[in-house]
């Protein structure tokens, strides 16, 4: 009897294992999940930039904007920053971050790589990779293979814990190896294609149950059997700000963007980018005319690179991306509500799109008419695209009807005879974000300060000595960006009072000191520094600081990319043309800062309490390596906190303790190139429609409120090439005003963040309005209710929702055209 009942409670937990796993299938059509035919909107949100407290609200809002599901990178880096000892804790847990993903009701994608490119330090690997004797990154090395085949391992055996793969029950349906190893394999020659297929067989070995992707893969490996004696397909997907002309070589797989870049990002000195929401929803239209299954957009929250995580080199801070989320979180309107309704309305035509089979009708002059009809059914979907990027084109389908669709746009038929979205036509709101100061009293800030004793590196007292100038990240592992290069030489006669130092450096910051005193400094990717000197008869001491600014992260062999001084040369010139090279003197040597050592940082360290003062602070605002701190109250509400480092120079900046990333505020902007208008229509690119011309590359860094406390909190800043902190100052961002400009017939729906309430109408126009956010007016029409109906009601509330018709607003006296409703109100 006791066997039968074990036989049957084992049969139960087999019978609830199995309809808990979820099948992930697919067809060039569809990716088929528990059976059901799927297309799939996902955007990237990366966990390290953000905190896990702001997890849950971006997880809800990527929902809440039509994505399926939320993909994001494993940081190698991060995790194991010395090898073997492994950090998955507080923004870097990944387990907790899908476990997220899955109660919010969304699929995830696990892009492992462990190379990940995206902008982060050394592109994700650990720089101790370099010191191991034999190592060839990213190529067919026995070394490196078993090195990756560990970290891979290890994340796949942490998922499976945790039933995170679907075929677990768990929310990923999708998992990457490598990255983007198309765009460089040529370099790497018959190792890089030995290297690409071995990559696919460590994947199939993993055993995960869904499948595996390879982005910009041109030459996918070709089907292995797996394990399970079944055939093993690497999809090959395609990276870009258009992928509708891309074809998969396997005819067998789905069509996959993996990313869709949603804007771009910044390095210290360059202006904003903007990519327009029109363009975005265009190429998403296009590629889903053109048969796409999944798109991913890159990214759809971009973060804060805290801490030294932001690679390039000279990657920015921020990270925001001009995302359909803010760097904050905030939602970035309209990009993120026009999103969503195009993905709401490509969502209608799914079960036709999935099932049925495409015809495309060519019009000319740019105009294609996309047909799917599912010929079980008879149900039809269609995409009438221009991409003509100057006119609108009027078209008369067969059936009689007429659409005019906007240059460079794509219009969404559902039944093929009626219009359900265009991507140039944006109705969602246009929100203008705002910093708001703190009141006076509070905002007020009272600062010490204390040196970064650097006497020892003066007197060239190094840790370690060697007979050459030795190449930066090898030598300090990466774990501070500075690194001092120390020697002493002799000099006789007069000649050398009037002589020039000439240092090359492979980047990316040099300061140079002689004899106690620095003499310039000069950043760039590689540079030859040259500066005048007075040299003493005698003895004279050189020390030269290199500083990084985030490892390079992307390129063929970007691994071997040299830092610092490498070799030099690093030579001293009379003013008789007299040379003395001292590339080949004795030189030594010392890893990162004593403030850094003595963790300055921590205001609960014993350095950091004893050792700030207030007294003749005057004296040393200006100053290179400086420390500065100060006490601050948690600005009220919940809106996202900044703080606005105007006045200070470089350096890093720490709140409680938690690094906030480094500071450049000095870094300005080249004042040309900003233009007041920006024309969605043509191809986009990253020198389009740029802002912040003339002004600080980045001035406010985000301070996430997990940071702060309740009662008193600390900043702490490092200047390394001299600033002024009494401009510094908290700030939180909100909405200021919105704006909307909406065809009659739809719905106007505007509101505002984070409690704040609708204050005042300060335009609005029922009829043919002109001009555009900040600058309306009205036109040759106008009904004259349209600011006291929205006045009565949408002031005093968060949000309000208006149908725009002649019965809302009344006679307009218009002519017979379309008329508008364009609104600009205050929060």
């Known amino acids: 009897m006791w066997n039968i009942w074990i036989l049957v409670i084992c049969s139960t937990l087999l019978c609830l294992c199995r309809s808990s796993a979820i ?122 293979k078993n090195e990756m085949r560990i970290f891979v391992t290890k994340i796949v055996d942490m998922c499976k814990e945790a039933k995170l793969f679907a075929s677990q029950g768990g929310p990923i349906i999708l998992a990457q190896i490598e990255n983007e190893y198309g765009n460089v394999m040529w370099a790497y020659k018959d190792k890089g294609v030995a290297y690409v297929n071995w990559c696919a067989e460590i ?92 798109i991913n957009y890159y990214m759809y929250h971009g973060g804060t690179n805290f801490g030294r995580t932001s690679g390039g080199p000279f990657i920015t801070t921020s990270y925001d991306y001009d995302a359909p ?86 219009s969404i038929l559902g039944g093929c005879n009626k219009e359900i979205f265009n991507t140039a036509k944006v109705s969602t709101q246009t929100s203008i974000m705002v910093k708001k100061q703190m009141d006076d009293e509070t905002a007020k800030l009272s600062w010490m300060w204390t040196p ?64 106690g005193h620095l003499i310039g400094s000069q950043s760039g990717y590689a540079f030859q520094f040259k500066n005048p000197v007075s040299l003493m008869p005698g003895t004279n001491n050189l020390t030269l600081l290199s500083v990084t600014v985030g490892l390079q992260n992307y390129g063929q062999f970007f691994d071997k990319g040299p830092e610092g ?72 509400g919940t809106d996202p906190v900044v703080v606005d480092l105007q006045g200070m120079g470089k350096g890093h900046a720490w709140i409680n303790g938690n690094s906030i990333g480094r500071f450049w505020p000095a870094r300005i902007t080249d004042s040309n190139g900003c233009g007041t208008e920006c024309d969605y229509r043509g191809k986009y690119n ?31 800043l490092f200047e390394e090439m001299g600033g002024n902190p009494s401009q510094v100052s908290f700030q939180t961002v909100t909405v ?20 704040q309430t609708i204050s005042q109408i300060k335009f609005a126009s029922f009829g043919d309005p002109q001009g555009k956010c900040g600058s309306f007016q009205k036109g040759s029409c106008d009904a004259d209710l349209s600011i006291s109906y929205l006045e009565k009601e949408c002031v005093g509330r968060e949000r309000c929702s208006i149908d725009v018709s002649d019965a809302t607003f009344g006679s307009t006296e218009c002519a017979n055209f379309t008329k508008r409703l364009a609104v600009e109100a205050i929060c």
């Open 736 to 755: 200021g005003s919105i704006c909307a400009n909406v065809s009659e017939g739809n719905t106007l729906e505007i509101s505002c963040q984070g409690g």
């Open 23 to 144: 099948e992930v299938d697919y067809d060039p059509k569809a990716l088929i999940i528990d059976g059901q035919r799927k297309l799939i909107f996902s955007g990237a949100i990366h966990y390290p930039r953000s905190t896990p407290v702001m997890w849950p609200d971006l997880i809800q809002k990527a929902k809440d904007g039509g994505l399926d599901a939320v993909e994001t990178y494993i940081f190698w880096n991060a995790h194991e920053p010395i090898r073997r000892q492994y950090n998955f804790e507080g923004n870097l847990d990944f387990v907790k971050f899908f476990k997220l993903v899955q109660e919010a009701g969304l699929r995830g994608i696990l892009r492992l790589g462990p190379y990940v490119c995206a902008e982060w330090n050394y592109g994700g690997f650990p720089v101790w990779l370099n010191n191991i004797e034999g190592i060839e990154l990213r190529t067919d090395n026995e070394i490196y």
């Open 686 to 716: 990253e020198r389009k429609c740029l802002s912040n011309c003339g002004n600080p590359s980045q001035r406010w860094y985000h301070v996430p409120r997990s940071f702060l406390n309740d009662d008193n909190n600390t900043l702490i």
């Open 203 to 294: 994947a199939a070995a993993q055993n995960i149950g869904v499948p595996w992707i390879m982005c910009q893969q041109q030459s996918a490996p070709p089907p292995i059997v797996s394990f399970a004696a079944f055939f093993f397909i690497v999809f090959f997907t395609c990276n870009g700000f258009y992928c509708h002309t891309f074809k998969p070589k396997n005819t067998l797989i789905p069509k996959m963007f993996t990313e869709n870049w949603t804007g771009w990002f910044k390095k210290w000195g360059q202006k904003d980018p903007h990519r327009p929401a029109e363009d975005l929803a265009y190429s998403v239209a296009r590629f889903f005319q053109a048969g796409g299954v999944l």
């Open 325 to 410: 989320l803010d760097e904050f979180g905030n939602l970035n309107q309209p990009k993120w509500g026009h999103l969503k309704q195009l993905h709401a309305a490509i969502k209608v035509g799914e079960r036709v799109l999935t099932n049925g089979t495409a015809t495309t009708k060519v019009y000319g002059n740019g105009v294609e008419l996309t047909t799917y009809t599912n010929s079980i059914t008879g149900e039809r979907f269609c995409f009438l695209s221009n991409n003509n990027q100057i006119e609108e084109a009027t078209v008369v389908l067969e059936e009689g009807n007429i659409f005019v669709v906007p240059a460079w746009s794509v």
């Open 452 to 515: 970064e004793t650097i006497k020892d590196t003066l007197l060239g007292q190094g840790i370690f000595t060697v007979r050459q100038l030795l190449e930066q990240k090898r030598v300090t592992s990466d774990v501070s960006d500075y690194l001092w290069y120390m020697t002493s030489f002799d000099v006789n006669g007069t000649s050398w009072k009037d002589a020039t130092l000439s240092v090359k450096s492979s980047g990316q910051v040099l300061y140079a000191y002689v004899n």
């Open 565 to 636: 001084l490498n070799g030099g040369p690093v030579v001293l010139t009379d003013n008789k043309n007299v040379t003395i090279d001292l590339s080949s003197n004795t030189w030594k040597y010392k890893i990162g800062l004593n403030g850094e050592a003595e963790r300055l940082h921590d205001p609960k360290s014993p350095h950091s309490r004893l050792q700030f003062s207030s007294e003749f602070l005057e004296l040393f605002i200006g100053m290179p390596m400086v420390w500065y701190k100060t006490e601050f109250k948690a600005p009220p």
